[in-house]
């Protein structure tokens, strides 16, 4: 991450109940904890594998337990792609963001081909190329956020 900038990853996707729209939030504790985390967040970098055409139900649950709350409105956010087979679920999973009110930052979203590779997350930083890819793209997010805070600012 660029000097200042803060990367967090979640640990409550895997821990979250199933999603049932009977069930408020305020009802589960971690369903808070997921609440208040995307609501923290200035942005979303998102990389999920394609399953079946489609991204993995867990990360469905988790977005699905947020639609009925701000956690999402204006969240801008970008996706990093493992495989170029993979387009359906980052079309998908943008959809459903975008739904949610979510605003995605597509020049920051990128591909890195990496179907086909055994390459672990210290190989592929080491890559020259992905690491390379991987920088500009989140350098882009970055910027956008950037930008968007001093627009809001200058607004208020």
């Known amino acids: 991450m660029p000097q200042g900038v803060e990367m967090h990853s979640t640990s409550c996707v895997g821990r979250l109940p199933l ?3 009977d069930v408020q939030p305020e009802d589960s504790e971690i369903v808070l904890e997921w609440a208040r985390e995307m609501r923290a967040a200035d942005g979303l970098i ?3 594998p394609e399953y ?6 867990a990360l469905k649950n988790a977005f699905d337990w947020l639609v009925g709350t701000d956690a ?3 969240k ?9 087979r993979g387009t359906t679920a980052q079309s998908t999973l943008t959809t459903v963001l975008e739904t949610m009110s979510g605003i ?3 020049g920051a979203s990128t591909t890195i081909p990496l179907l086909g590779t055994s390459l672990d997350v210290p190989d ?5 190329e992905f690491a390379q890819r991987i920088r500009a793209s989140v350098l882009t997010f970055v910027a956008e956020l950037e930008q968007r805070a001093i627009s809001d600012h200058a607004r208020a």
């Open 124 to 128: 592929i930083l080491a890559s020259t």
């Open 46 to 48: 998102v990389s999920t």
């Open 76 to 84: 801008p956010f970008m996706l990093l792609n493992a495989s170029a």
């Open 52 to 57: 079946a055409r489609g991204y993995p139900g």
């Open 72 to 74: 999402c409105v204006n």
């Open 104 to 106: 995605h930052i597509d």
């Open 19 to 21: 999603f049932n729209p």
